[in-house]
C-alpha cells in the first residue's frame, strides 16, 4: 500500500484535471476495497483514514469511510485516536445516524484519566453535538467542568454551550455552574464560560434574569483588562488579551441588550468610556476591542453624550485609510442610525465620498446607508449623487443599480420635494438604468402617473419620456414607461410640429420592432404594450390614415411566433372592428389607483429576514388590486409581483367584461374568465384552478429570489425537502409559500408533484409549482391559500412525489408548524 | 468564493457579503485563509482569530508555507482543534497552545514506539 504523502504527490504530479480525476479515483477504489478485508490492521486502516482526509480536502465523497473512523477511534493507541476522531469531526456531521455508535466511545474517553484523550472526545462532542449526543453525554461535560485540568475545564465549558445550543433543556444544568466558572482567572476557561452565558441567555428566557445578576462578575473581568499593565502571554500589539475583551463586551451586550432597569448602567458606562479614551488612537485589535464596545454602547441603552462618542469613534473609523475599518465603520452607523440620527446626519459627505470607492463591500454598505439617511431635507442632493453613481457604475454592479432604482423610486414617494422634481428623478433613472427596474417598481412609476392631477406635468412628462426613448432605446423600464404612456396620454401630447399623430405610431412601430432585448420575456412584453397602445390610441387619433396604420400595426402581430402576442393581436383586431360607442368605453383612460405604503429593502443581513416576508405582499400589488377581483389577491407569491405588469394589460378590460364576451366571440362566463383569457400566463389568475400543469405557462416563471425568508422546515429526507414561508395570516385566510429544494449534492431531482390537503372545514387553493424539475440546491416555490374559520389552526396533509435516478418515491407527512390562527 | 476572493485587490476590505453570512479572509503571500462568520460577529476580531492561527502554524511548523500544509494538513487540523471548539476562540495564549500541540506530538511519538514493541 502506497503511503500517504506518494498519494499526495501523485495527486500534485498530474498535468491536467483528467488526469488527476483518474489519480483520485484509482486511490478512492483501493481505499474502499481495503475497507472491505475483515482482518485490516491498525496501521493500513491509518493509512486509509488519512488518505480519506486528503480526499475530503479534495472535495471528494467520503461517506464510506465512516464506520472505519470509529474503528479507528476505539484504538488504544494515542495518535490512532487522535486521527480518528480528528476524521469523525469531519467528515461526519450531527445529521447523521451513525453518531450514535459514537456515544460509546465519548462516553469512555470522557472519563479517561489521560486529559490529552478526554480533550479529544471534548473536542469531537463540541463539533458535532446532536440533540442526542447531547443528552446522552450531559453529564460527562458537567462533571468535567469540576475537573482540576484547566485544559478540560475551558474545552468543557465550550461544548456546554453546544449542548445547549443542540438541547435548550440542558440550560437549566449548566446555568448552576456559572457563577463558580466566572471567579476563573484562567483567560481560556472565561472564554467558554462567557460563551456559555451567552447561549443559556439565548436559549432559554427564564434565564435572563439569573445572568444579568452576574453582570458585576463580568464588570469585573472587564475592569481588571481596562485597567491592568502589561502581559506579555495576551497583550496583541499593547491590547490586553483582545480576544477576551471583545467576548467580556458582546456578553454585556447579550444580557443588557433593552434592559431598561439596569442597575449597573453607570458603571458599565464609567467602563466604557474609560475604553474608548484608552484605546481611541490604537491600531489593528484595538480597532476590533472598540468597534465591540461602540456596539455595545448602543446597545445597552447608555448615556447620550456616550452614544454620541460612539457615533464619534465611527466617523474616525471611516476617515481611516484600512478598509476594514472603514466596512464596519459604515455598517455601525446603518444600525445606529435609529438612536442618534442627527449624530449620523452630520457626517454625511463622509459617507456619500465612499459611494466612490473601488471596492464593493464598502459601496454597498455605503449605498444603504445613504438611503437610510435620507430625508426631506437632503433628497435633492443625496439624489443627484445617486444617480451620477447610476451613471457612471460598471455592469458588475448590477445587483446595485436594481437596489438603487427601487430604493430611490421608494423614496421619491415618501420625500419627494415635489412631484415636478419626482418625474424628472425617475424619468432620468429610466433613462440611463432602464434595465434594472424590478416589474413592481415600474408599476408603480406608472400609478404615479395615474394618480398625477395636473394635465400639464402629465403632458410634459410624457413629452420627456418620448424624448427619452428616441436616444435611450434600449432601456427596458424606460420602453414599457414610454409605451405605456402614450397608450394612456398620447392624444394629449399632440402639437403640431414634433409631435403628431404619425410620429407617435412611428414610436410604437420602433419598439415592436425593436430587437434589442436578448429576453425573449421582455421583448414579448414590449409588444404586448405595443399592441395595447396602439389600440388604445385607435379610438382617439382623428385621423383616419393613422388609424388605418395601428390597424396595420396590430394586424402585422398576428403571426407572431409568440402565442400570447399572437392571442392578444387577434383579439385586439376584433375589438378594432366594434363600434366606436362600445370602444370608447372600452379603451377609457384608466382610473388612479389607490396610493400604497411601500416598505424599503435591505441589500444584506438584519432586516432582510424581516422585511421580505411584507414586502412582495405589499408591493406586489398594487395594480393588482385595481380589478376588484378576490382572485388576484390570493396569490402574493413572488411569481405573481414578477408579472404585475401584465396585468395592467388585463386591467384595461377590466370594467368592460360583457363588451369583450362578443368581441372575442368566445365562450366566456364573466369577469374572472376574460382576465384569463386575456392575461392568459398571468399567475394571477392561478389560484382560481386548484393544480394547473407548468407546462400551459408560456412566460418561464421566475426564479425566486436569494432572499426568500428561511421557511418553517416541515419534511427532509435528504433528497429533498420541503417547508412553507408563512405570509398573510389570519381573518379567516391563510397564505402560505411552500418551498421544495433540492438536497443532493450531484443529483436532479425530476417530476415533483405537491398535493395538499386541509381539514374538513377549510378550504384550499393551491397555484401550480414553479418548477417540477430541480437541479441540485434548485428550489421551487408554490402558493398556497387557506380559507376557513376564524381561529382556526393551520393545518396542512402534504403528499410529495418525485423522481431520481429513474426511481419514483411518494411520501406523505403532516405539516402544523404555523403557530398563528385563521 | 474562490472565484471572488482572489480577484479581490490587496488594499480591499476583508469581508464579503455572501448569502446570509460573511466570510472574512486574509491573504498570507499565495495562502488564503477564509472564515464564515454570523451577521453579528465581529469583523475585526475574525481577522485577529485567523493571525493568531498563522503565528501558531508559523511556529509549529518553522516558516509555514503551503506545502508544508499539504503534506501534514493533520497537524494544521490538531492546531486548529487546540485555538477553536464550534467556531468559538478556546485559548487565547499563544503559548498555552504551543505547549498543548507539542505535548500531544511527543505522545504520538512514544506511543507509537509503543505499539512497535508492545
Given at each position: 500500500m502506497t503511503s500517504l504523502r506518494s498519494f499526495i504527490r501523485s495527486v500534485r504530479s498530474t498535468k491536467t484535471i483528467a488526469e488527476e480525476r483518474a489519480a483520485i479515483r484509482k486511490e478512492s477504489a483501493k481505499i474502499r476495497t481495503s475497507f472491505?478485508?475483515?482482518?485490516?490492521?491498525e496501521s493500513h486502516r491509518r493509512k486509509n483514514i488519512q488518505k480519506l482526509l486528503y480526499l475530503y480536502i479534495l472535495?471528494?465523497?467520503?461517506?464510506?469511510g465512516q464506520v472505519e473512523c470509529l474503528k479507528l477511534l476505539v484504538s488504544p493507541s494515542f495518535s490512532n485516536k487522535r486521527l480518528g476522531y480528528m476524521a469523525a469531526m469531519l467528515?461526519?456531521?450531527?445529521?447523521?445516524?451513525?453518531?450514535t455508535l459514537l456515544t460509546n466511545s465519548l462516553d469512555n474517553d470522557l472519563k479517561s484519566p489521560n486529559q490529552y484523550i478526554a480533550g479529544l472526545a471534548l473536542s469531537t462532542l463540541g463539533n458535532i453535538a446532536s440533540p442526542e449526543l447531547a443528552k446522552d453525554l450531559y453529564a460527562n461535560v458537567e462533571s468535567l467542568l469540576n475537573t482540576s485540568s484547566p485544559y478540560l475545564r475551558k474545552k468543557a465549558t465550550i461544548v456546554a454551550a453546544k449542548l445547549v445550543k443542540k438541547e435548550p433543556d440542558l440550560a437549566e444544568v449548566f446555568i448552576e455552574k456559572i457563577p463558580s466558572l466566572l471567579k476563573e482567572r484562567s483567560h481560556g476557561t472565561l472564554l467558554g464560560t462567557l460563551q456559555l452565558m451567552r447561549e443559556i441567555f439565548l436559549q432559554d428566557e427564564s434565564s435572563h434574569d439569573i445572568l444579568r445578576k452576574l453582570v458585576p462578575g463580568v464588570l469585573a473581568h472587564l475592569r481588571f483588562l481596562a485597567t491592568t499593565g502589561f502581559s506579555p502571554e495576551y497583550d496583541v500589539k499593547g491590547v490586553p488579551d483582545p480576544f477576551l475583551y471583545v467576548s467580556l463586551l458582546q456578553t454585556l451586550r447579550y444580557l443588557l441588550e433593552?434592559?431598561?432597569?439596569?442597575?449597573n448602567l453607570e458603571a458599565l458606562d464609567d467602563l466604557l468610556t474609560q475604553i474608548c479614551a484608552r484605546l481611541e488612537n490604537s491600531k489593528g485589535p484595538g480597532h476590533a476591542v472598540l468597534y465591540e464596545a461602540v456596539m455595545t454602547i448602543f446597545a445597552v441603552n447608555s448615556d447620550s453624550s456616550l452614544r454620541v462618542m460612539g457615533v464619534g469613534i465611527l466617523s474616525k473609523f471611516l476617515s481611516l485609510k484600512d478598509n476594514n475599518t472603514r466596512y464596519v465603520a459604515l455598517n455601525t452607523l446603518l444600525s445606529v442610525i435609529s438612536h442618534e440620527p442627527v449624530a449620523v446626519q452630520r457626517h454625511r459627505a463622509m459617507i456619500v465620498g465612499?459611494?466612490?470607492?473601488?471596492d464593493v463591500s464598502i459601496r454597498r454598505r455605503a449605498l444603504e446607508l445613504t438611503f437610510a439617511i435620507m430625508n426631506q431635507q437632503n433628497i435633492r442632493m443625496l439624489t443627484k449623487e445617486l444617480v451620477q453613481f447610476l451613471a457612471a457604475t460598471?455592469?458588475?454592479?448590477d445587483e446595485l443599480k436594481t437596489y438603487i432604482t427601487t430604493q430611490l423610486t421608494l423614496a421619491c414617494y415618501k420625500y419627494s420635494p415635489g412631484i415636478d422634481w419626482t418625474f424628472d428623478t425617475l424619468i432620468r433613472m429610466l433613462e440611463i438604468?432602464?434595465?434594472?427596474?424590478?416589474d413592481d417598481i415600474i408599476s408603480s412609476i406608472l400609478a404615479l402617473m395615474m394618480q398625477n392631477r395636473d394635465a400639464e406635468l402629465t403632458k410634459k412628462a410624457v413629452r420627456q419620456l418620448l424624448n427619452a426613448s428616441k436616444v435611450a432605446y434600449s432601456q427596458f423600464g424606460l420602453a414599457i414607461v414610454t409605451i405605456w404612456s402614450l397608450g394612456e396620454y398620447g392624444d394629449l401630447v399632440l402639437?403640431?410640429?414634433?409631435?403628431t399623430e404619425a410620429s407617435e405610431v412611428d414610436v410604437l412601430n420602433t419598439f415592436l420592432e425593436l430587437?434589442?432585448?436578448?429576453?425573449t420575456s421582455k421583448r414579448d412584453q414590449i409588444r404586448l404594450y405595443s399592441l395595447t397602445a396602439a389600440l388604445k390610441l385607435s379610438s382617439r387619433f382623428k385621423s383616419s390614415r393613422e388609424v388605418e396604420r395601428l390597424r396595420k400595426l396590430i394586424d402585422?402581430?398576428?403571426?407572431?411566433?409568440?402565442l400570447e402576442v399572437q392571442i392578444r393581436a387577434i383579439e385586439y383586431t376584433e375589438i378594432f372592428g366594434e363600434p366606436r360607442s362600445i370602444k370608447k368605453g372600452l379603451l377609457e383612460r384608466m382610473p388612479p389607483p389607490p396610493r400604497k405604503e411601500h416598505e424599503g429593502a435591505a441589500?444584506?443581513?438584519?432586516?432582510?429576514a424581516q422585511k421580505s416576508v411584507s414586502e412582495p405582499a405589499k408591493t406586489g400589488d398594487l395594480l393588482l388590486d385595481?380589478?376588484?377581483?378576490?382572485d388576484s389577491q390570493a396569490d402574493e407569491s413572488k411569481p405573481a409581483e414578477k408579472e404585475t405588469t401584465l396585468d395592467i394589460l388585463s386591467d384595461i378590460f377590466g370594467t368592460t367584461g360583457d363588451n369583450e364576451k362578443t368581441a372575442a366571440g368566445k365562450k366566456v362566463t364573466g369577469n374572472t374568465d376574460i382576465l384569463n383569457l386575456l392575461s392568459?400566463?398571468?399567475?394571477?389568475?392561478?389560484?382560481?384552478?386548484?393544480v394547473i400543469p407548468p407546462?400551459?405557462?408560456?412566460i418561464p416563471m421566475a426564479e425566486?429570489?436569494?432572499?426568500l425568508p428561511t421557511p418553517i422546515p416541515?419534511?427532509?429526507?435528504?433528497?429533498i425537502s420541503v417547508g412553507f414561508v408563512p405570509g398573510h395570516v389570519g381573518n379567516g385566510e391563510a397564505t402560505l409559500t411552500g418551498v421544495v429544494k433540492?438536497?443532493?449534492?450531484s443529483s436532479t431531482v425530476r417530476g415533483i408533484s405537491i398535493l395538499c390537503a386541509v381539514t374538513k372545514h377549510q378550504e384550499l387553493e393551491l397555484s401550480a409549482i414553479t418548477k417540477n424539475t430541480l437541479a441540485p440546491g434548485a428550489v421551487a416555490t408554490l402558493g398556497i391559500k387557506i380559507t376557513g374559520k376564524e381561529g382556526s389552526k393551520v393545518k396542512l396533509r402534504i403528499k410529495v412525489g418525485y423522481e431520481i435516478g429513474g426511481e419514483n418515491v411518494g411520501q406523505q407527512f403532516d405539516f402544523s408548524g404555523i403557530t398563528e390562527r385563521l | 468564493m474562490t472565484a471572488i476572493i482572489p480577484l479581490r485587490?490587496?488594499?480591499?476590505?476583508?469581508?464579503i457579503e455572501y448569502k446570509d453570512s460573511k466570510l472574512v479572509y486574509r491573504r498570507y503571500a499565495s495562502l488564503f485563509f477564509i472564515a464564515c462568520i454570523d451577521n453579528d460577529e465581529n469583523e475585526l476580531m475574525t481577522l485577529e482569530v485567523i493571525q493568531r492561527y498563522v503565528e501558531i502554524m508559523d511556529k509549529v511548523y518553522g516558516n509555514v508555507c503551503e506545502l508544508d500544509i499539504i503534506f501534514n494538513f493533520e497537524l494544521a487540523y490538531h492546531i486548529l482543534d487546540e485555538l477553536i471548539i464550534d467556531g468559538v476562540m478556546?485559548?487565547?495564549s499563544t503559548s498555552e497552545v504551543l505547549k498543548r500541540i507539542s505535548y500531544q506530538e511527543q505522545m504520538e511519538q512514544s506511543t507509537g514506539i509503543q505499539t512497535v514493541y508492545a
Open positions: 472491505r478485508d475483515p482482518h485490516l490492521d472535495g471528494e465523497p467520503t461517506y464510506f467528515i461526519l456531521d450531527e445529521n447523521q445516524e451513525i453518531l433593552g434592559d431598561e432597569s439596569n442597575p465612499c459611494l466612490q470607492d473601488a460598471s455592469s458588475s454592479d438604468a432602464g434595465n434594472f427596474f424590478s402639437d403640431s410640429q414634433k409631435v430587437s434589442t432585448f436578448d429576453e402585422s402581430s398576428k403571426e407572431d411566433t409568440n441589500l444584506f443581513g438584519r432586516s432582510t385595481l380589478f376588484d377581483n378576490d392568459g400566463s398571468s399567475p394571477s389568475a392561478a389560484p382560481s384552478a386548484a407546462t400551459t405557462r408560456s425566486p429570489p436569494a432572499s416541515a419534511y427532509n429526507d435528504s433528497t433540492n438536497e443532493t449534492s | 485587490k490587496p488594499k480591499m476590505c476583508n469581508v478556546q485559548e487565547s
